[in-house]
Nanobody, 126 residues
């Protein structure tokens, strides 16, 4: 499975960005997919996930609930993270991640995922 993230950039606080992740090598519908972010010196933080395997569970961290939306286009192998009302604390490298969803395990944690994209930098200025 290969993942390629894109869509990061520089935006002012209050603005929006949409991150994209192209997922290849496995039927996307079978995969749980997630977005994580990391600031240098800090641990990787789970932002959002979308379950696979026919389940439709989504999750958002408290820090992004109500502002970010994860979506997926299984037919076109794409996963998106729509980020609205961005704050300076959202500045980080954002990573997409995936793994086969076997219906067990904690999708919120980074160790669940075997496959990672290269990261895309989101910078929010004040």
């Amino acid at each position: 499975v290969q993942l390629q993230a894109s869509g990061g950039g520089l935006v002012q606080a209050g603005g929006s960005l949409r991150l994209s992740c192209l997922v290849s090598g496995q039927k996307l519908g079978n995969l749980a997919v997630a977005w994580f972010r990391q600031v240098p010196g800090n641990e990787r933080e789970g932002v959002s996930y979308s379950s696979g395997g026919g389940r439709t569970t989504t999750y958002y961290s408290d820090s992004v609930e109500g502002r970010f939306t994860i979506s997926r286009d299984n037919a076109n192998l794409m996963v998106f993270l729509q980020m609205n009302n961005l704050k300076t604390e959202d500045t980080a490298v954002h990573y997409c991640a995936a793994n086969v969803d076997l219906g067990a395990g904690t999708l919120r944690i980074s160790t669940y995922y075997d496959y990672w994209g290269q990261g895309t930098l989101v910078t929010v200025s004040s």
